[in-house]
């Protein structure tokens, strides 16, 4: 046996958890089949208790100083501008993730074109297609014209020299995943990868000024290695969502140097590409107008606007021991402790029924307040009432059964006034504008409720 071999490191290509021996579970983010053997990377100075070289002494600055803005590049695509804050901060790095297909290569070339049709120097370096098939879905976009350039390329030292040569202000890198250098052994595609081709290119970005646009595709077998490893070195994670068998797409910042995480961005996937969605409040309501038992519309807000989503619940007796519960778009912890809350404080018994939840439209929602709308669906489900036609609701239930108000009570208030509803149940405790504009209806607790939506 050879002692002296290096020892192998095994890391998860999800999380980027480094094990000391192979395991088909990450111990760390708990996913199947993400643990590959890896090359040693260079001992860390540090870890291995080597003497660090030694330092210059920095000067100081004052808290107190003035610090411009930083300058930003407006994209013109609004629902784009308001994720990022504004427009893309030059040399910034930024992660676009999600699910293949879900349209972000739609998305940056479409984003790129228009900065090159607007004077700015752009380039788009693809290692996941060829420029065939670039061009092809260029001039389904209808951007052939765009003055911007194109690299087939995955090698990373070719990259960054072709980038240095080339100046660009902007830049797309179709996906990390495809990246790759000799230098890490590590196959591409693997974490270490991934890692070398990001720094390289958040590096680039800092040094040259541009602003970096980084790929990355987010899987949830872990077969290729997760974006999320390097999220910590991004100035931005911006994440695409949606369900590929809906045309919406969500552009949602998960992290912003430069701005606030809460706006999103609204997208219709059309023939000719992502087309903006200004007004997404009506969007994620199915069909709410036909009255069916199982579904409330939550009035929600994302960021500063407004949202009208539906959530839709189902509850069927089972044939199972346990009791099956799926959730799409909502948080299954969330619904879990709705549901025992449900027959702890009103008595609602739903343990021997599967249950459903799903927010129409491949909307996901976040925010607490929806879970009175997810009591009231799951209630009527029960039940097999619909709830008066008209309604919206929100509210948070904490485990005492007790719905709390939560934060912009009236824009959501207005929201549903507006798009024609007559009727909102809310916490008891909201705070009411003086003319809300519909008939507002206090709920206590979650047993009010039930009792509410049962009578009417
Ligand atoms: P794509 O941008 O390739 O996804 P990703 O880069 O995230 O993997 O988008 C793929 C899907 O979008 C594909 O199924 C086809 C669809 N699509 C349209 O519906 N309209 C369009 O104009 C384009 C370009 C793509
Ligand atoms: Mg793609």
Redesign the pocket.
């Known amino acids: 046996m050879n002692m002296a071999r290096a020892k192998a490191t095994y890391v998860c290509q999800n999380c980027g958890a480094v094990a000391a021996r192979w395991a088909g579970r990450c111990d760390a983010c708990g996913q199947w089949n993400t643990i590959v053997e890896e090359n040693p990377e260079q001992p860390l100075a540090v870890a291995g208790g080597v003497q660090l070289p030694k330092g210059k002494s920095r000067r100081l600055e004052p808290l107190a100083g003035t610090s411009e803005p930083p300058p930003r590049i407006a994209t013109g695509i609004s629902e784009l501008d308001r994720v990022t804050g504004g427009g893309f901060v030059p040399g910034s790095a930024l992660l676009i993730g999600?699910?293949?297909?879900?349209?972000?290569?739609?998305?940056?070339?479409q984003v790129l074109a228009r900065l090159a049709q607007a004077g700015r120097r752009a380039v788009y370096v693809s290692g996941?297609e060829g420029l065939d098939q670039i061009r092809l879905?260029a001039q389904?976009?209808g951007v052939l014209d765009a003055p911007l350039m194109l690299a087939a390329e995955t090698n990373v030292s070719d990259i960054v020299a072709t980038l240095r040569r080339e100046k660009p202000e902007i830049v797309v890198i179709?996906?990390l995943q495809t990246l790759w250098t000799p230098v890490v052994e590590s196959a591409p595609g693997t974490v270490s990868q991934l890692r070398a081709g990001a720094e390289a290119m958040v590096r680039l970005a800092k040094k040259t000024g541009a602003v970096m646009l980084l790929?990355g595709?987010v899987t949830k077998e872990g077969q290729i290695a997760g974006p999320r490893v390097v999220e910590h070195m991004v100035d931005a994670v911006l994440y695409?969502e949606g369900d590929?068998g809906h045309?919406y797409r969500i552009l949602r910042a998960v992290k912003n140097r430069f701005g606030a995480t809460d706006e999103i961005g609204v997208f219709e996937?059309?023939?000719?590409?992502?087309v903006e969605v200004p007004n997404p409040s009506r969007l994620f309501m199915g069909d709410a107008e036909s009255q069916v038992p199982g579904a409330a519309v939550f009035a929600g807000v994302e960021g500063q606007r407004p949202l009208l989503v539906e959530m839709q619940a189902l509850a069927v007796p089972t044939t199972f021991a346990t009791p099956r519960r799926a959730v799409v778009g909502w948080d299954s912890g969330r619904l879990a402790m709705i549901l025992a809350v449900l027959e702890a404080r009103a008595g609602v018994r739903l343990g021997q029924h599967d249950v459903y939840l799903n927010v129409a439209g491949g909307m996901r929602v976040r925010e607490p307040a929806a879970d009175l709308a997810a009591a009231a669906a799951l209630v009527s489900s029960l039940s097999g009432k619909a709830q008066a036609a008209g309604t919206v609701v929100f509210g948070e239930v904490a485990l005492s059964g007790r719905v709390r108000a939560v934060p912009l009570t009236e824009l959501r208030l207005r929201e549903a006034a507006k798009l024609g509803f007559s009727r909102a149940l809310v916490a008891e405790d909201s705070q009411l504008p003086e003319k809300p504009g519909l008939k507002v209806e206090r709920i206590p607790d979650v047993a009010a409720l039930a009792a509410r939506l049962l009578q009417s």
Do not use: Y
Request: glycine share 18%; hydrophobic share 35%; no cysteine.
């Open positions: 999600g699910d293949p297909g879900i349209g972000k290569s739609t998305l940056m070339l996941e879905r389904r976009l179709d996906s790929i595709h695409f590929r045309q996937m059309a023939g000719h590409g992502l």
